[in-house]
Nanobody, 120 residues
Framework: QVQVVESGGGLVQPGGSLRLSCAAS????????MGWYRQAPGKQRERVAT???????NYADSVKGRFTISRDNTKNTVNLQMNSLKPEDTAVYYC??????????????WGQGTQVTVSS
């Protein structure tokens, strides 16, 4: 079994910054990719950013130039640095880990989510 745990959410004013962190642990042979998704009230969950084990990144157009995803493969952690935050960034943010387990099965694990609220 694999656990994915996020931290770092909170309330921030427009234009401010927040850093989200996430750690995966458990029966992990390797992690193919890690990422962040978000879901705002009344909206579908959307991909924010992803990063592969090789460091290739992909961002949603809405966050390009403002958010930066980074990863530590040795610690199975991923971070999301969010700058110039806007009210429309308000959402529950979920961390994901695409894990290859010791039995060579591959499965996408989700964290429980952390609330980010951007408001004055």
């Amino acid at each position: 079994q694999v656990q994915v745990v996020e931290s770092g959410g909170g309330l921030v004013q427009p234009g401010g910054s927040l850093r989200l962190s996430c750690a995966a642990s458990g029966s992990i042979l390797s992690i193919v990719s890690m990422g962040w998704y978000r879901q705002a009230p009344g909206k579908q969950r959307e991909r924010v950013a992803t990063i592969t084990s090789g460091g290739s990144t992909n961002y949603a157009d809405s966050v390009k130039g403002r958010f930066t995803i980074s990863r530590d493969n040795t610690k199975n952690t991923v971070n999301l640095q969010m700058n110039s935050l806007k009210p429309e960034d308000t959402a529950v943010y979920y961390c994901t880990a695409d894990v290859r387990e010791y039995n060579y099965n591959q499965y996408l694990y989700w964290g429980q989510g952390t609330q980010v609220t951007v408001s004055s």
